[in-house]
C-alpha cells in the first residue's frame, strides 16, 4: 500500500470514529441541574435538605444528618458555609444545646473567613454552663458576637429547642430568639461607636456573605433552616 493510500484510509478511521463519538455524545442524556428548593407561603426557602449537605461547603465532615437534623459533632466540629451568597434576608432556625455547647451562625461571612471578624457571628451558645460565669455581656447567645450586646434570659433549657430568626436588613440586623427580640442594631451606628470588644470589625461593613454554621468542637443540632431574601420581593431596598 502506497503513503498516500494509507494516508486516506487513516483519515476515512478517524472521521469514523469522530462520527461515532459525536453520535454517542448527542445519545447521552443531559444531567440538568436541581431545581432550586421552592418556598413557602410565607416566601422561605430551605437551605438545608434534611438529607444531605448538598448546598453547603467547608469542613462537611464536621457534621452528619440524623433523622432530618443537621448535627455539629463534637470531636471534628469546624464551619460550613453555604454555597450562595445572601444580602438582606430573613433566616430561621432552630438550635438544640448540650451541656456548655458552643456555636455559632455567621451571617454575610466571606467563604472560609472567621465569621466573627470578617463577617458577623451570631452566638449560639449555652450560656448559663458554669465555665461561661466570666462571659461579657456581648458573648451571650444571641449577641453579635463581640460587637452587640443581647437581652439575656430568653435561651430555653438545655436539651430543648431554640428559634431563632436573624434579620439582615441593609444596615439593620435584628435578633429574635424564642419569639423576644434581642438584638435590634443598627450597624452604622454600631461601627461609629465602635464594637463593644473594642476591635477591629471589618465584616460589619459587609452588603453580602455566606450563611455559616460556626461549630466549636461541641454536639449542637440545627433543624428547619429557611431564608427569605428580601430584595426579591422588592423589600430592603
Known amino acids: 500500500m502506497n503513503r498516500s493510500v494509507l494516508l ?19 445519545a447521552a442524556p ?11 407561603e410565607e416566601g422561605f426557602a430551605p437551605i ?24 455539629c459533632l463534637k470531636e471534628t466540629a469546624g464551619n460550613i458555609y453555604t454555597e450562595k451568597d445572601y444580602a438582606d434576608f430573613v433566616l430561621r432556625v432552630e438550635f438544640k444545646l448540650t451541656p456548655g455547647a458552643n456555636n ?3 451571617i454575610r461571612t466571606p467563604n472560609g473567613k472567621q465569621a466573627s471578624v470578617y463577617g458577623m457571628e451570631i ?18 447567645c444571641g449577641a453579635i458576637y463581640n460587637c452587640v450586646a443581647p ?10 429547642w431554640n428559634a431563632c430568626e436573624i434579620t439582615a436588613n ?14 435590634d442594631a443598627d450597624l452604622d451606628k454600631v461601627v461609629a461607636a465602635g464594637p463593644a470588644d473594642g476591635k477591629d470589625h471589618p465584616g460589619l461593613k459587609n452588603k453580602t456573605g ?27 431596598k
Open 8 to 26: 486516506a484510509f487513516v483519515c476515512v478511521l478517524a472521521l469514523g470514529a469522530g462520527s461515532a463519538l459525536f453520535a454517542a455524545e448527542a
Open 30 to 40: 443531559k444531567t440538568e441541574a436541581a431545581p432550586p428548593p421552592k418556598a413557602d
Open 48 to 71: 438545608f435538605n434534611g438529607k444531605d449537605l448538598t448546598g453547603w461547603v467547608g469542613l462537611t465532615d464536621g457534621y452528619k444528618v440524623e433523622n432530618g437534623r443537621l448535627v
Open 104 to 106: 455559632g451562625v455567621g
Open 123 to 140: 452566638q449560639v451558645l449555652d450560656d448559663t454552663a458554669p465555665q461561661y460565669k466570666a462571659l461579657k455581656p456581648y458573648q451571650f
Open 151 to 160: 437581652e439575656q434570659g430568653r435561651l430555653k433549657p438545655v436539651g430543648e
Open 170 to 183: 441593609g444596615r439593620k440586623v435584628t435578633v429574635k430568639l424564642n419569639g423576644a427580640t434581642v438584638v
Open 210 to 236: 455566606r450563611i455559616a454554621i460556626l461549630g466549636h468542637n461541641s454536639l449542637v443540632e440545627f433543624r428547619n433552616l429557611r431564608v427569605k431574601e428580601l430584595k426579591a420581593n422588592g423589600a430592603g
